[in-house]
């Protein structure tokens, strides 16, 4: 499978990157081929909703790093989304990304991409994940896509928490687990 991880926190190296390296490190076990964007040293301009693109019949008028995303996207069997929490939804970053789906929405629901979401907070609480989970299962049902999993990293507000979290090992044998 070729997996495409859209890394949406703007540290390279922070706990959503940590958990997506674990991911990537199990797919890449089981076999398969990741590819890792992170999307917020991207040049992604928001969406400006003129629907140019007839949601989907044209390309988008909006001439940035948009087309090379979605072409990786449209090669891909599996879409990852990976954010960290801010306030209780995802980044604005990874949102912009997957607003200007916008252009090939057709393309990529007829895909029936497999997908998953990785993410991380600082809150613990039972409740914290809530919001996030039930966008992420939207756009899955939106999108067409087949879930795979999900990883929620309560906890996970440092490096140095997320390294002493659970969330490292679920998101390795999540990756690993992809046939
Ligand atoms: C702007 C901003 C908003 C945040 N909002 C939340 C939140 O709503 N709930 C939460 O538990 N943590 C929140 N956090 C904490 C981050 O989710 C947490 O520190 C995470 O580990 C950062 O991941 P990163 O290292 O990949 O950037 C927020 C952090 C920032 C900078």
């Known amino acids: 499978m070729n997996i495409v991880i859209l890394q949406g926190s703007p540290n390279h190296n922070g706990s ?4 997506v ?15 890792r964007i992170d999307v917020c040293a991207e040049d992604v301009n928001p969406c400006h909703g003129c629907v140019a693109c007839g949601y989907g019949a044209r390309p988008c008028v909006q001439r940035d790093g948009m087309a090379r995303i979605l072409d ?13 929490l801010y306030y209780y939804g995802m980044t604005a970053q990874l949102k912009a990304v997957i ?3 916008c252009s090939e929405n057709s393309a990529i629901t007829a895909k029936r ?6 993410t991380v907070a600082w809150n613990a609480d039972d409740w914290t994940f809530e919001a996030l989970v039930a966008h992420y299962r939207t756009l899955v ?4 896509f ?5 990883v929620l990293g309560y906890g996970c507000g440092t490096p140095g928490m997320t390294k ?10 999540l990756g690993l687990s992809l046939e």
């Open 99 to 101: 607003d200007r789906f």
């Open 16 to 19: 959503t990157a940590m958990l």
């Open 146 to 150: 087949k879930d795979a999993g999900m």
């Open 113 to 118: 991409l497999r997908s998953a979401l990785i």
């Open 21 to 35: 390296e674990e991911f990537a490190r199990g797919a890449r076990e089981a076999g398969h081929a990741v590819e």
């Open 72 to 84: 990786r996207v449209l090669a891909a069997d599996m879409l990852v989304l990976a954010t960290p």
């Open 164 to 173: 002493a979290s659970g969330a490292m090992l679920k998101a390795y044998e």
């Open 141 to 144: 049902r939106y999108l067409d």
